[in-house]
């Protein structure tokens, strides 16, 4: 089903509650400082930012459905998988994931929600969720704009850009390229009247290196100790960096640097685990999934593509759950691609 929302607003009816099919879906928040910041106040804790992203006069919005239609998509051969994935890690699944909303695509950050469902973002400032039914996907999605602190839509690749993502507990943290920041969404209350509320910039003075446009904060997760951790995909030094953000959304500690591949970058991560991707003309696409005790590489002939989000789910009995996704850049010679891949505790061997 597709919904059009005139100039893009979409529709909060006072009493009225459209039901929802996986999750709800959320509005984001866009770009300057919010009024918190404004009122000179600086302690951005997450308890204030679930505050003001969904206040306690907001009433909650579920969305439509989005119907998807689902393929199921081959890595390679049984012999290059063998050659490519290190003998503790196995291929799952892939489908290549389509919509009649022309709004669909563009995928690039990933989580996973406490349903087990995934939470997605898109170039165009669009928030997504994939319906999973024994972690496989099973058609049901919704998708809404993201707004800004005003309940205003994002518009545009200046304001909209959505590259990273990483969520706890109904909390939702959005990086963007473009217009470099880090907006936070109370999904988990409101859900798609979430409104965004500015958390972080670009913190330059640490980095010591100019951040392109589109060079940003493509991988953000979580650090160990809890914080909010973004890697951008600008490689300083043939190195990638990572800074962590305190409460109040400052950097404080210097960058650590992760050692890449000539021509990778950085671009997705989740707990512990890093997403690389490089593109030429010769090679085509080529990613890298490195993690504790782990190094994927992944390039033709196996079916590779523009693979940006990155989200691990652990399952009872050891093994982990890693999803990687596919941004198409509304490109017909690309598509979105959502391939699992299971990490054994112990080695096949």
């Keep these: 089903m597709v919904v059009d929302w005139p100039d893009r607003q979409p529709p909060f009816p006072p009493k009225m509650k459209i039901g929802s099919v996986i999750l709800a879906a959320f509005v984001l928040t866009c770009c300057a400082p919010t009024d918190l910041q404004s009122s000179g106040q600086t302690d951005l804790s997450e308890k204030q930012l679930r505050a003001t992203s969904c206040s306690r006069d ?37 489908w290549h994931l389509t919509s009649n909303d022309s709004n ?75 217009r470099h920041r880090i907006l936070a969404f109370d999904f988990g209350r409101c859900g798609g009247a979430a409104k ?3 958390f972080s910039g670009l913190p330059k003075e640490k980095l010591g290196a100019r951040i392109a446009t589109n060079s940003g904060a493509e991988a953000l997760d979580f650090a160990p100790d809890g914080r909010v951790r973004a890697g951008y995909e600008t490689v300083i030094n043939k ?9 109040d959304g400052i950097v404080r500690e210097d960058p650590i640097f992760l050692d890449i591949e000539d021509g990778f970058k950085l671009v997705g991560a989740d707990a512990g685990y890093q997403l690389f991707r490089s593109y030429d ?33 652990p399952q009872t009995g050891g093994e982990t759950y890693i999803y990687i996704i596919s941004d198409d850049n509304f490109s017909a010679k690309q598509r979105t691609l959502l391939y699992l891949f299971a990490i054994n505790a112990v080695d096949k061997n």
């Design 58 to 94: 907001t009433q909650r919005y579920d969305p439509p459905p989005l119907s998807l239609k689902v393929k199921n998509v081959p890595l390679g051969t049984d012999a290059d998988i063998a050659r490519a994935l290190p003998k503790n890690m196995n291929f799952i699944g892939g």
């Design 104 to 178: 669909f695509g563009g995928l690039s950050g990933l989580a996973v929600l406490e349903s087990g469902d995934l939470l997605s973002v898109s170039d165009k400032g669009y928030v997504v969720t994939l319906g999973l039914s024994g972690s496989i996907p099973n058609g049901q999605a919704t998708m809404m704009p993201l707004s800004n602190a005003k309940g205003k839509v994002l518009t545009g690749k200046i304001d909209g850009d959505a590259e990273g993502l990483t969520y706890r507990e109904g909390l939702a943290f959005v990086s963007f390229e473009r």
């Design 196 to 198: 965004g509320q500015y």
């Design 239 to 247: 190195r990638a960096p990572l800074v962590i953000f305190d409460a």
């Design 281 to 313: 003309r010769v090679k085509g696409n080529r990613n890298i999934i490195r993690g504790p005790n782990l190094e994927a590489h992944l390039s033709p002939p196996l079916a590779v593509d523009n693979f940006e989000g990155l989200a691990v789910a």
